[in-house]
């Protein structure tokens, strides 16, 4: 675990009001997307790359999450996937990606999910990821225990070469290109590799112990806020490059005896060097 559980009432009973919010958020974009989605679902816009697809659903989920959070907490802050940046008044800022897996839910595979945390003074101290295809929900809090959720743990951390290790790529090619050599030296010395295809579901797997470890280049804060925070209250390690925080350059999250490893291997084949 990480943090310590909030033991001011008042630090306590914003902890609360903000998973409820955060709940409510997700369970609402879940569902739109789950039943809403159209047979004729196309893409709307490309980002990063013609392969990094927006949807129409992804837009539409957004907007319902964040009129939502400005209906329940109109002085917060909003950060959002699909361009929503606004500033708040209230130290509370919300991290949010309505849409994880975007081309998985475009061609109809169940691995995506809507992801959404909210930082206090810059730091998560809540995250709920909805899984709606899979029927399932994760949540945590800032040093927990969640008494709501459901319990989570990494799994005991195997030998190195017995490490199920998940990953995710970027819809740069030549980021794609050298991510594809790191993998290729890397998938030997392990049990196996997995690519699901959303980060944020990918660490909420971690968390579930169904793998060992995850790492990712070109991750955003939306796609790793929750998900980091629930992968930690389970029992995880995370960060980047030996000695930095998760971010953009790399992410690595891992049960204790796959961490270290993965992190030093990673940094020895410049997985952050896209």
Known sequence: MTGTAPT??????????????????????????????????????TKSSPVDVV???????EKLVQELIAARRPEDGYLGEEGTDRPGRSGVRWVVDPLDGTVNYLYGLPSWGVSVAAELDGEAVVGVVAVPARG??????????????????????????????ATGFNYVQAE???????????????RDIRRAGAAAVDLCDLAAGRVDAFYERGLKPWDMAAGLLIAREAGALAGGRPGRPADGDLAVAAAPGVFEPLQARLDALGAWHG
């Open 136 to 165: 399932e929900l994760f949540r945590a809090v800032r040093g927990g225990p969640d008494p709501a959720a459901r319990p989570l743990a990494v799994r005991p951390a195997p030998p190195w070469g017995q490490a199920l290790v």
């Open 8 to 45: 001011d009432p008042q630090a306590a009973a914003l902890t609360a009001e903000l998973l409820a919010v955060a709940e409510e958020a997700a369970r609402a974009a879940a569902e739109l997307l789950h039943r809403g989605r159209p047979a004729d679902l196309g893409v709307a816009a």
């Open 55 to 61: 949807t129409e659903m992804d837009l539409a989920s």
């Open 176 to 190: 794609r290109a050298h991510q594809a050599e790191v993998l290729l030296a890397l998938m030997p010395e392990v």
